[in-house]
């Protein structure tokens, strides 16, 4: 007998900023938390821009238009 494992796709629930970092909330509880100097255009951004954003697909990314910046949550999760 065999088990087929199937990874699911990771998806973002929400979006959460500290002085410094950022923190993604999973569908499936998980937080990721990242500093924001990774990311220049983000680490540079005022609050009101950091929270302008748009979960992409159902979850899979996420988008500033404002900022042009782009962030893929399985990129999160590899570091």
Known sequence: MS?????????A?????GEDDMTVVLVDGRKISVPLAWFPSLAGADRKQLERFELLGDGEGIHWPALDEDISVKGLLRG
């Open 13 to 17: 629930e929400r979006v959460l900023f």
């Open 3 to 11: 088990t087929l494992a199937v990874e699911a796709q990771p998806r």
